[in-house]
């Protein structure tokens, strides 16, 4: 038994290890960001756009590798690479008098970054509404393959703040883990009255706690990055909050009482209503409600357009390493509740 404690707890120290250093040192891969100008009219202009991530030009790659099209809803548009660099391209191009739509997304095709896209990258105006002439139409261009390596995937609206995905989400899951077993542990106390199902108890809502708190701080940086505010009104994000001060009225109510047998029973009964709610407020509730939140209300979650092999293969040894850690630190504090017990009860 000895053996098998030190196995996972060495095993989820190395996991966290390893989910830091690759979270860090992982590189983005290129995403376009910015054009500039944003507004054209018709007649000849010069355009840039600037892109993040991974440089998507490598040694040995000239301007005729690469292609900038601007597409006006199906018709396509051509343009002349003037210059290119690690991560911004000029381009020149002659934007006819009439267009299927004054809007122009730009697709910029790479040979081995992939094609980069940025939606309604420029705004044409005074043009007609039509097809685009012949002789400023572009052919479809050939899509190679991208030659990425070990990369994140680029993400428009968070970017490099993907990388919070290996802290942010493992620290909820851990949180609901723990809380299971608090849950478990305040049915089977008020099953059997034992009063080491309450420790387990305690120690269980003490541990989960900690992780909702940094739930909650690592969730509002994130945010800050892509909503532009700390807090926003948001259904996923009230519910989190909500959760983490019905536990902590689990603690204050603990605190305030005295007899061991009539806190446990009374804290048993606050724990099961608070696992149920923790159920309702941050699982049912925003699935039923408007949500910014991913995986919410039709806003699709992470493992549906961007976890990607190279995410996956950190963020899941992030959701056992941080598990590990979760369990390691309840396991401390159910002995520091024994060890309490028994020496109040000598």
């Known amino acids: 038994m000895n053996s098998w404690n030190s196995v996972w707890k060495i095993g989820g120290i190395v996991l966290l290890a390893y989910v830091i250093v690759r979270g860090f040192s992982t590189p983005l891969q290129p995403?376009?960001?910015?054009?500039?100008?944003?507004?054209?009219?018709?007649?000849?202009?010069t355009v840039s756009l600037s892109a993040v991530g991974q440089p998507f030009l490598r040694d040995q790659e000239t301007l005729e590798d690469f292609q900038l099209v601007l597409r006006s809803e199906e018709g396509l548009l051509k343009t002349q690479v003037l210059d290119i660099s690690e991560h911004r391209v000029t381009a020149s191009v002659n934007i006819p008098t009439v267009l299927p739509s004054p809007a122009l997304d730009a697709f910029l095709f790479t040979p081995s970054s992939g094609t980069l896209f940025l939606g309604n990258a420029f705004f044409v105006e005074n043009a007609a509404e039509g097809i685009i002439p012949a002789g400023f139409v572009a052919p479809a261009p050939d899509e190679a393959a991208p030659l990425l390596g070990f990369s994140f995937p680029?993400?428009?609206?968070?970017?490099?703040?993907?990388?919070?995905?290996?802290?942010?989400?493992?620290?909820?899951?851990?949180?609901?883990?723990?809380?299971?077993?608090?849950?478990?542990?305040?049915?089977?106390?008020?099953?059997?009255?034992?009063?080491?199902?309450d420790h387990r108890a305690e120690a269980a809502v003490r541990t989960g706690l900690v992780f909702g708190v940094l739930g909650l701080v690592t969730g509002s940086l994130w945010a800050r990055w892509t909503w532009g505010a700390w807090w926003v009104s948001d259904p996923q994000l009230n519910g989190a909050l909500v959760t983490v001060l019905l536990y902590s009225g689990y603690m204050i109510l603990r605190a305030a009482m005295d007899d061991d047998e009539r806190v446990g029973r009374l804290s048993a009964v606050y724990n099961v209503f608070a696992f149920i709610m923790l159920v309702v407020l941050l699982m049912v509730l925003p699935r039923y409600?408007?949500?910014?939140?991913?995986?919410?209300?039709?806003?699709?979650?992470?493992?549906?357009?961007?976890?990607?092999?190279?995410?996956?293969?950190?963020?899941?040894?992030?959701?056992?390493?941080?598990?590990?850690?979760?369990?390691?630190?309840?396991?401390?504090?159910l002995r520091m509740n024994r060890i309490e017990h028994h020496l109040l009860t000598q």
């Open 154 to 197: 680029y993400q428009p609206n968070i970017m490099e703040s993907i990388r919070n995905l290996l802290w942010h989400v493992p620290m909820w899951f851990a949180m609901f883990f723990v809380m299971g077993i608090g849950f478990v542990a305040s049915l089977a106390q008020l099953r059997t009255g034992q009063v080491n199902w």
């Open 289 to 333: 409600t408007e949500s910014l939140h991913p995986g919410k209300d039709g806003n699709p979650g992470f493992n549906s357009y961007d976890l990607d092999n190279s995410l996956r293969a950190v963020f899941y040894p992030a959701v056992i390493g941080w598990g590990a850690l979760c369990y390691w630190i309840y396991s401390l504090r």
């Open 31 to 45: 995403g376009l960001v910015e054009a500039s100008p944003t507004r054209l009219s018709p007649g000849k202009a």
